[in-house]
């Protein structure tokens, strides 16, 4: 009875998590590098997916899975993430993360900067207002899911094309930036991981919750095919 018990849970627990598919492949051999994924619903129900399609995330063991409650070190936080592997012992590469300097930064790319944040902080506020939240936290972990939701009809296929640059991962509208270390002319394994924190959806508002009663909330992780990567 209990092998029993265990057989229907792996295959409930299978089955939840093949209901979305995730796949990757190269869009072409030019540079700068571009990754098509290919976010597949497999089912006949409806799916909200969070995913971030404004770039990639990089791979750090702490925030591969983010529900929010932290705005430190923003970045996409719903970006899939690049996960290189060295095929020789499979162990992931870690990220690091630097800082633009402003006194580095051309005048032109400094300027750029402060007008995006200028201009984020105005759409926070404007958000903040219109949906009545009572500080900008509230406002910006709903702005985010808000704009950050994948909506699949049953069946769907939709194919999202993403710049990969291994040197400079923005971390959102800031002067931080993620990187990998990796050794020219190596082989790596190339994969990419998204993962749904089901606590993210509390963010959401009665009237958007109303909008997506018909939707399945996706949570869990979805992790892709994996692809031969020459770093040079």
Request: charged share 25%; hydrophobic share 35%; net charge positive.
């Amino acid at each position: 009875m209990k092998k029993i018990f265990i057989l229907i849970f792996l295959y409930i627990y299978t089955l939840s998590f093949a209901q979305i598919n995730i796949s990757i492949h190269f869009s072409d051999e030019k540079r700068p590098l571009k990754i098509v994924i290919t976010l597949t619903n497999k089912t006949n129900e409806y799916y909200a997916v969070p995913f971030d399609k404004k770039g990639f995330k990089a791979y750090n063991i702490e925030e591969i899975c983010s529900s929010l409650n932290t705005l430190d070190y923003p970045h996409y936080f719903f970006a899939p993430a690049l996960i290189f592997k060295d095929p020789q012992n499979n162990n992931t590469v870690e990220s690091l993360i630097g800082s633009y300097h402003i006194d580095r930064l051309s005048n032109e790319n400094a300027q750029r900067i402060k007008k995006e944040e200028l201009k984020e902080k105005e759409r926070i506020l404007k958000w903040k207002n219109q949906n009545n939240f009572t500080n900008d936290m509230e406002a910006i972990r709903n702005l985010y899911i808000n704009e950050n939701l994948v909506l699949l009809s049953p069946k769907e296929k939709l194919n999202i094309e993403l710049e990969m640059d291994v040197y400079n991962i923005r971390r959102g509208n800031t002067y931080f930036y993620n990187y990998y270390v990796l050794t020219n002319e190596k082989t790596y394994n190339l994969s990419i991981k998204l993962c749904a924190d089901k606590n993210i959806y509390n963010y959401l508002t009665k009237k958007q919750k109303k909008y997506l009663e018909k939707y399945i909330l996706f949570t869990g992780n979805l992790e892709s095919n994996t692809l031969s990567y020459v770093y040079n």
